[in-house]
């Protein structure tokens, strides 16, 4: 009778162990990319330039997400390279859990490249730094992040998202503000516009296959540098300004794209000097994107004439990962430009049901210049997209193999007791 029931105790163990190793997370290998789209290029951290994309012949850049390739751009150098063990529980689709600083830039050297986002701006030179995910809401602080099947209910940090589907304006609040919780199911980029300040913009989502998502942020450190052409100090037709973007060296600060469900944060801009001339290596060709590569960048400037940038300040919007479709739009003029930014983009979940594969993910944003509130006024869209290539198990889960060599194990370990129990009983 005890032999009957110390070899039942045998096999409910082994099959513990079986169902145990089902059910437990795997821990998968993954390398990846993080594209920053602000504004019509795709042009932070300004890695190479944007140039280019598609299937056509002699394309800088191939056609396709995985690449940034977004309304025929992409940046020349690809994105912010990711490398990291994945922990992936369950199946069909796989959860998964991307750990800190898995994607990370450190570029030396600063960049620096025409930009012809507005007819002004001449070139974006940039030392920025990136270290993500960061921890949702504590800038500064990494942390990993957390993707998931219907998070669109299960993840906290998209709490107030009504739906899957949603098209989201800024403003709400205090009349006019336009800083409050934005305004929920607006049908166009008019719903954006508070009565105190043209805002015109609108984010939409249609979630995908099991609304499949999450939230993570990427922390940007590190300054830049936006140089802008001013025609209108008198007796400079063609001066040169320069005003700083980024937070600082060692300061290191969650950009919103991602971040969470209408994650708001704030950029302040210092004064910035103007220099009385400036001249400039090979001219471009083609304004946007700046081609041949390598054109427009400044080589000279005068004498400065004074801190005629006046300091400025924007709002940003940010919305969370989805492997279903994002849409953002803004509207406006910039001078006598349209300065209208549509883009439109959709996730993809390849994997298999355990957690291997391909998968793509998005995020939405729009950005307010508060300076432009009422007249010519500089809203953008923005976009990221995480590529991640899931592949081999990086550290194994207990094999059939495993499996049966403990259970023989635990035979012999029953054996050994029983003889024991044996020869103590004679």
Known sequence: MQSTKKIQIVLL???????????SAKVLSMTGSWFQNRGPLIDIPQKGGAVPCGTFAGAPVGP?????????????????????????NGSAPADFTIPT??????????????????????????????????RVGASGNPGPASFQANAVSNDPNQAARLAANFSWCP???TAGSGFGPGVSNCAAPANATPTAGNWN??????????????????LMGGVGYVS???????GFPAAIGHQQI???????????QGAGYGFVNFNNFPAGNVYSTFMTNTPCTNALPALPFGCGVITGQGANIGPFIPADSQVNFGMPWTTGTVAVSNTGMNGTQPATTVISVMGADNRTALGAGKITMVAGGTTHRNSKATSNPQNY???????????QTAVPAMSPMGLATAAVLMMLAVGYAFRRRLVTNA
């Open 228 to 234: 802008v052409v001013i025609t209108a100090i008198p």
């Open 101 to 134: 600083d898995a994607f990370s830039l450190f570029p030396g050297t600063a960049w620096v490249g025409a930009v012809a986002v507005a007819p002004t701006v001449q070139q974006l030179a940039s030392t920025f730094t990136f270290m993500g995910p960061g």
């Open 64 to 88: 396709g997400l995985e690449n940034g390739c977004v309304n025929g751009l992409a940046p020349l150098l690809g994105g912010i390279p990711g490398n990291a063990p994945l922990v992936v």
């Open 201 to 218: 913009g609108r984010i939409s989502y249609t979630g995908g296959g099991n609304n499949f998502g999450g939230t993570m942020a990427m």
């Open 246 to 256: 980024g937070g600082g060296v060692g300061v290191q600060r969650a950009q919103v």
């Open 171 to 173: 403003g709400g609040g």
């Open 381 to 391: 869209a923005a976009l990221d997209i995480v590529n991640l290539d899931i592949g």
């Open 13 to 23: 163990t082994i099959a513990s162990l079986v169902l145990a190793n089902a059910a």
